[in-house]
């Protein structure tokens, strides 16, 4: 078992930076996959960003590329989002979320936080 609290969203302008983090507690940290994901009312939870154990290997979306980097420190199980160029639909909430395996789905996807709002304006 593992528990997930993020923290760090709310609200910004369109062009701003935000940092999102994932605090950890529970089983080992770095045995777990982490990833980001977002939702919008009445869409599909979307997959935002991965990162491997170790932290050696990542992964972002076609969408966030270029804006968006993921990073962990296992020593703090901590997983972080940071997201620079924010756009308008960027705005969602944002889960954290950890997997046994590298993955991108998140139906693959054990255990996540209550998620943290991010609203972008224009």
């Known amino acids: 078992q593992v528990q997930l609290v993020e923290s760090g969203g709310g609200l910004v302008q369109a062009g701003g930076s935000l940092r999102l983090s994932c605090a950890a507690s529970?089983?080992?940290?770095?045995?777990?996959?982490m990833g980001w994901f977002r939702q919008t009312p009445g869409k599909e939870r979307e997959f935002v960003a991965v990162i491997s154990r170790s932290g050696s290997t990542t992964y972002v979306a076609d969408s966030v590329k270029g804006r968006f980097s993921i990073s962990r420190d296992n020593a703090k199980n901590t997983v972080y989002l940071q997201m620079n160029s924010l756009k308008p639909e960027d705005t969602a909430v944002y889960y954290c979320?950890?997997?046994?395996?590298?993955?991108?789905?998140?139906?693959?996807?054990?255990?996540w936080g209550q998620g943290t709002q991010v609203p972008v304006s224009s």
């Open positions: 529970g089983r080992t940290f770095s045995s777990y996959t």
């Open positions: 979320a950890a997997t046994d395996s590298f993955d991108t789905r998140a139906d693959r996807y054990n255990y």
